[in-house]
């Protein structure tokens, strides 16, 4: 018994101990040592005074000897162990500073009827042509030719009008109409006759009235198959809105007025007839995407298939013509073709080589002075080419897939001055050639 009562306090000391130890380490502040002792010794008496005490499991840290008594009284009673309030247990509750998650409810699907699916479409289109209308115009010419007309819409609020090179060319008079009846006579300021662009100014604007400039969206990213709207005047019928799609893009287009390609041209089937010239292709939001200028039709009227100067271009040219007067092409000096079958057969390219095989470089230009070469057959008249020029695929580590991709990366991302690289594939291997790229001459 005596052996037992021994044990016991050899126990209680070790717990008064760790109490203690507990004690000092959690006080968050110093109290006086006789009243740390007076709780140690109220807690002893409470412990050695148990006539049936339960054994407290102990933690890792405890001495061997504290094991071996609880061990021994686990042996020899046959009360469950009391769980401690710091072990682990099924039913713990969080109690850190975790935030606890919330469900999120599922969103609510609506479901439309077909009749209000198209109501939903028509709300829209007519929202969005009250909305811009008022930024399109009306425009009429006099020339030595007779009278013409087209359409265009407002670039700034200082006056500027966007409108194709052809529906002003060689005008001595210019009015612009507006949709709410407002009239003006305007002055030519600048044209680009190879991207067949024009920029007019509005004369004496009433200062009580805005101006409100059309909303610029961009041509880069657009894809066959999405919205496009013509907003213009065909045949003289007044603020006419058409509907289609993107048909086709990066084509590229002989203006008619330079020897120049438009690049990067869209194509619609929207319908665009004589009078939609100078007028916004816009996209689903309304934002301009091109500028319509071309048709091609047998009738000279919509075939569905028209075209537009593509927005990122007039991005380019327009802020030009208002500052200067004039846009300034970068000029690489080589004439090109596409790499097809014929080519690669005779050239001896793989089936899967793509890009723009030069056929001539321009004496003296950047190209030439490059060390780009063209065919060696192409000054030659009335001899067939010798397939031996080099192949332009790719510029600035950009791949060119087209002829019509290399005009359009260059009308679009470059200006004169620009250092860039060339690869091209010569005899079967690719090589990097540094180019400067220079000013395209004014040519007709």
């Known amino acids: 018994m005596n052996t037992l009562n021994n044990l016991k306090k050899l126990f209680a000391g070790g717990l008064i101990s760790l109490t203690l130890v507990a004690a000092v380490a959690c006080s968050s502040s ?36 504290a094991t071996e008594v609880s061990s021994t009284e686990s042996a020899n009673s046959s009360t469950e162990p009391i769980q401690a309030a710091f072990d682990s247990g099924p039913d713990d509750t969080s ?7 919330v469900s999120e409810p599922a969103p609510e699907v609506v479901q439309l009827t077909p009749a ?26 006099t020339s030595v030719q007779g009278v013409g007309s087209g359409s265009g819409f407002v670039w700034d609020e200082d006056g500027h009008i966007v409108t194709n090179y052809h529906v002003i060319q060689g005008a001595n008079l210019v009015t612009v109409k507006f949709f709410n009846g407002r009239e003006y006579r305007a002055d030519v300021v600048a044209f680009d006759p190879a991207a067949d662009l024009a920029v007019i100014k509005l004369i ?7 101006l409100i400039p059309i909303k610029i969206g961009t041509s880069s990213d657009l894809r066959p198959g999405e919205t496009a709207i013509a907003l213009g005047n065909p045949f003289g019928e007044e ?32 319908s665009i007839n004589p009078g939609n010239s100078g007028g916004p292709l816009l996209d689903k939001d309304g934002a301009v995407i091109g500028v319509n200028t071309q048709i091609i039709s047998e009738t000279r009227q919509s075939s569905g298939v028209g075209f537009a100067v593509p ?38 390219l793989d089936g899967d080589v793509v890009g723009a095989y030069v056929n001539s470089v321009t004496t003296n230009g950047p190209a030439d002075s490059a060390g780009i070469r063209g065919d ?48 091209v594939l010569r005899d079967g291997v690719e090589i990097a050639i540094p180019l400067t790229l220079g000013a395209r001459p004014n040519v007709s």
Do not use: C, K
């Open 311 to 348: 927005v990122d271009l007039v991005s380019r040219v327009i802020p030009s013509l208002i500052e200067f007067g004039e846009h300034t092409y970068a000029f690489m000096g080589i004439t090109g073709s596409e790499v097809n079958l014929v080519l690669r057969e005779n050239v001896g």
């Open 376 to 423: 060696s057959t192409a000054a030659q008249f009335n001899t067939p080419p010798a397939y031996d020029g080099d192949v332009i695929v790719s510029i600035n580590s950009i791949r060119m897939d087209s002829m019509d991709n290399l005009i359009g990366y260059l009308a679009l991302n470059t200006a004169p001055g620009d250092d860039i690289v060339v690869g």
């Open 116 to 141: 209000e699916i198209v109501t939903a479409q028509e709300d829209h289109l007519a929202n969005l042509y009250e909305d811009t209308v008022q930024s399109v115009v009306f425009i009429v010419t």
């Open 95 to 101: 109690i850190g500073d975790a935030i606890p998650e």
């Open 239 to 270: 603020f006419t809105m058409t509907t289609g799609i993107v048909s086709a893009v990066t084509r590229t287009l002989e203006s008619g007025f330079s020897r120049y390609s438009i690049p990067a041209v869209i194509q619609t089937d929207a």
């Open 30 to 65: 110093v109290e006086p040592a006789e009243n740390l002792i007076a709780a140690i010794e109220a807690s002893t008496q409470q412990v050695s005074n148990g006539a049936s005490s339960t054994v407290i499991p102990t933690s890792t840290e405890s001495t061997g000897s």
């Open 204 to 210: 004496d604007v009433d200062s009580e009235y805005d």
